[in-house]
């Protein structure tokens, strides 16, 4: 009697721990075959960045309606980024620029055309850049910027030997000394501070959203040029500097920003003239 009762509570103690195998096992296919809860991805940071909102052409003054504020991933923001259109409206544009890219401070100049050290860093390593003064009138009438394209005049004195014993008789020419010149900069003085052009009042449209205006320029009687910067083939500007030494006169001439021709000039002097006008010189 005793060993069957012993027999059964065998038995019954294999049943048990065979169900309990069966549990075990049927966990651990469970697990294997249910993926584990994957942690949801972090939060990427992102930080504000000053961005140009159409293409912006080179030399061009930044307006408000140029720029636009965007976020981007922080490990893709350089650490000189600009973030506030206060810190780009009213500067100059050195180089062309896309919409959407990114404004960084090395691509801006002061609209005032003041000069620093980029400028430097600006000039292809084939020129030089030469320090011109200010001595014809379209310079001094103040309606040049930085950019625009001009043709060099020279007026140059010279004497000519007119006879056998050596007898000289003076005479000029006038001449293209160089053509398509792009001013890289103009230094300026301002003579009157706070003189501003005024800006007139915006046309409001009922509904419409209003466009910020750009700052005012200031009139073109409050600034005085005092040279201008020209950058410059090596020969070229050896050619400037002895034109200049030697007294001659320069005027400048302004090009269309898309004029790309190359005039062919003939010098003027006193026989070009009489044979043009078919002057008749009394002796």
Known sequence: MKTGRRGLL??????????????????????????????????????QVLVTSRGIALGTVLGPNDLSVVEMPVELVPLNRLTDPEQ????????????????????????????????????????????????????????LRKGDVVDILVTLPATVETGAGGEGESKTFTFDAMQRVTLTAILIDIVAEGATVPTPPPVLTPG?????LPPPEPYRNTTQPVALLLALDPQDALVL??????????????????????FDTVPVTDEYLIERYRLEIQR
């Open 10 to 47: 065998f038995i019954v103690a294999g049943i048990v721990i065979v169900l309990l195998g069966v549990l075990v096992v049927g966990r651990l296919l469970q697990n294997m075959l249910i993926p584990a809860a994957t942690p949801p991805p972090p939060t990427p940071v992102r930080e």
């Open 241 to 262: 500097k002895n034109l200049k030494d030697i007294g001659a006169t320069f005027d400048l001439v302004l090009r269309s920003p898309t004029s790309t021709e190359l």
């Open 208 to 212: 419409a959203a209003q466009t910020p």
């Open 88 to 143: 780009a409206i009213g500067k100059v544009v050195m180089a062309p620029l896309v919409a959407g890219e990114m404004v960084l401070p090395h691509r801006l100049a002061e609209a005032s055309n003041v000069v620093d050290r980029t400028l430097a860093v600006d000039i292809p390593d084939d020129q030089v850049l030469l320090a011109f003064p200010i001595l014809d009138l379209m310079s001094q009438l103040n309606i």
